[in-house]
């Protein structure tokens, strides 16, 4: 069954709802590369497209190759990759694929389906960001000419099923797909961990965006069937299997656009850093958030102003939630990870402060429904996405609930995808 929103617009089945598309504004359509339909994303779709746009690059079909990479949900430990604690995302079968012939003459040269921009840079003269999608290519690039990875130029063209700027980290996918596209060697012939830090250095240093490693590594090392779990201190990770044979995961994306998220998140970021260094000026054993015990912060409040102490409170209880939800899955006992999971949307909206009203209206319906395990937020916040771990024959009555009361609740309209998980980015097979 697919439900029917209040202006009856699917928001069913969605591999990106064209329907809730065309409720967007006109600018917002303007500036976002929209998702394709997954039946775009497949090998003869692709190769189809590729020739279509490079007729004389793309004559010899033999010499087309694919490579994907996926976007991720994050389970539970938000803010917490780059105060060093941990994170539990899982990658997903929402994608960014790139089909594309080597060159030998050090031209890279893509397409965007969704737009139909095309982009080019010059390995050799990769130059600064243009402040435009194809940085996050030409940032790859240069992170890993920086790492010494041989690189050959391309034509290609670049689809994806994926919604941008929603927290489901289209970046991270860009980066590790051209990542793939641009080395010589399969994946750079490092391992996927390695792979996944020069993509960070790609968009903290080259973009400028200065995120922490999970979406990087959860494109990367992402298992099939199973989230992963990140030390993002110890850089140690390990498969943790969800319930999926009774549970799925589903995402609603609330169709709000996310505003003021790099500014906010550099505050946060800043604040954050202000916590452990008033902490670390008395016990220099302090490096990051991560050293915090909840026993210390009772000192943290007596340090830092009252927002610095509530952004630490939220980063210390998250870890201590991860360990926990881990726990939890392990032993089968959902009821817990459906307090863990509230717990940790209720710390983002009261402490840390980045869940807007529509995040707060999703996991509101979505906890009125039965068979709904665990709900909350994902991603950095301020719009974008929830996370749901729902009793598979419990999502038609999640999709009725939201497509009842979310439009009427917000004027937006939601979209809802039912994801699976997946491995990480690498060539397609077949
Ligand atoms: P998120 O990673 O949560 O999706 P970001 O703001 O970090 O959001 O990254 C979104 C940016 O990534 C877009 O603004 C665009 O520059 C780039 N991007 C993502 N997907 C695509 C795509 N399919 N085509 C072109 N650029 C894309
Ligand atoms: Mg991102």
């Known amino acids: 069954m697919t439900a029917r929103s209040a202006a009856g617009q699917p928001v069913g089945a969605a591999r990106g709802a064209p329907g809730d598309r065309r409720r967007e504004s006109r600018s917002k359509r303007a500036s976002r590369p929209a998702p394709a ?41 938000e803010h917490t990759d780059y105060n060093l604690g941990l994170v539990l995302p899982a990658a997903i079968d929402l994608e960014i694929r790139i089909a594309f012939v ?36 030409a940032g790859t690039a240069w992170a890993l000419a920086e790492a010494g990875i041989a690189m050959r130029g391309l034509r290609g063209i670049l689809v994806s099923s994926l919604p941008t700027a929603s927290g489901l980290s289209s970046s991270a996918a860009l980066e590790l797909a051209a990542a793939w596209a641009l080395a010589d060697t399969p994946g750079g012939n490092i391992p996927p961990l390695s792979l996944a830090r ?57 169709g709000s656009t996310r505003s003021l998220t790099t500014s906010q998140y550099n505050l946060r970021r800043a ?58 899955l392990a032993a089968g006992d959902l009821d817990a990870v459906g307090r863990l999971w509230a717990a940790s949307h209720a710390s983002l909206r009261d402490d840390f402060e980045v869940v807007s009203p529509e995040l707060d209206a999703l996991v509101e319906i979505a906890t009125t429904v039965p ?11 301020f719009g974008g ?25 917000t004027g937006l309209a939601p979209r809802v995808y039912v994801v699976d998980a997946v491995a990480g980015a690498g060539f397609l097979a077949g």
């Open 371 to 381: 068979g709904v395990a665990a709900a909350r937020m994902t991603g950095a916040g």
């Open 102 to 137: 080597p060159t030998d003459d050090r031209r890279v040269e893509l397409v965007s389906s969704a737009t139909g921009d095309r982009a080019r840079f010059d390995l050799d003269a990769i130059g600064p960001r243009r402040r435009a999608w194809i940085d996050y290519v």
């Open 37 to 77: 339909d997954s039946a775009a994303l497949t090998s003869d779709a692709m190769r189809a497209a590729l020739v279509a746009s490079e007729p004389r690059a793309a004559a010899d079909l033999g010499a087309i190759r694919i490579v994907r990479a996926p976007g991720r949900v994050n389970l539970i430990g």
């Open 271 to 328: 604040q954050c850093e202000a916590a452990a260094a008033a902490l670390a000026a008395e016990n220099p054993a302090i490096e990051s958030l991560r050293d915090v015990t909840p026993a210390m912060l009772p000192r943290v409040r007596a340090l830092v102003g009252d927002a610095e102490f509530r952004r630490c409170r939220h980063v210390v209880s998250e870890n201590g939630r991860v360990a926990e939800t881990i726990d939890a």
């Open 385 to 409: 996405c929830t996370i749901n771990l729902v009793a598979r024959d419990a999502v038609d009555a999640l999709r009725d609930a939201v497509a009842a009361e979310y439009p009427t609740r």
């Open 198 to 254: 020069i993509c960070q250095r790609a968009e903290n240093a080259y973009v400028g965006v200065n995120c922490g490693l999970m979406d990087q590594f959860a494109s990367a090392c992402g298992v099939t069937g199973d989230a992963v779990l990140l030390d993002c201190r110890s850089l140690e990770f390990r498969p943790v299997a969800l319930p999926l044979a009774t549970h799925c995961l589903v995402v609603i994306h609330t």
